[in-house]
């Protein structure tokens, strides 16, 4: 059974920086195309970060690119979301998710991921 594992939510102020961890356990393979996807208030879901375990390209939304890095322990099977310089739009309930290949490639598409996880909350606040 897949499971995936959040960790490394909570409050923070303007500024500062949280580091979000994703455990990844049970997927049948060790290539995957795997995530982060962020919730705001109110608003949809939407692909924060995105990372090929094959070739080990990254990808980011253009509003967290240069603050939010995406990086992994493949001995740990975990995933990680390094934010720092966090903002108050930065808040939501943050969620990983694994996609398998899909032809010949890795990537996330958050309307066709395979697993998710069940979320953890960021909020950015003085």
């Known amino acids: 059974q897949v499971q995936l594992v959040e960790s490394g939510g909570g409050l923070v102020q303007p500024g500062g920086s949280l580091r979000l961890s994703c455990a990844v356990v049970g997927f049948f393979s060790d290539f995957y195309a795997i995530g982060w996807f962020r919730q705001a208030p109110g608003k949809e879901r939407e692909e924060i970060s995105c990372?090929?375990?094959?070739?080990?390209?990254?990808d980011y939304v253009d509003s967290v690119r240069g603050r939010f890095t995406i990086s992994r322990d493949n001995a740990k099977s975990t995933v990680y979301l390094q934010m720092n310089g966090l903002k108050p739009e930065d808040t939501g309930v943050y969620y990983c998710a694994v996609r398998g290949r899909r032809g010949d490639y890795y990537y996330c598409d958050y309307t066709d991921m395979d697993y998710w996880g069940k979320g953890t909350l960021v909020t950015v606040s003085s």
């Open positions: 990372l090929d375990t094959s070739d080990s390209n990254t």
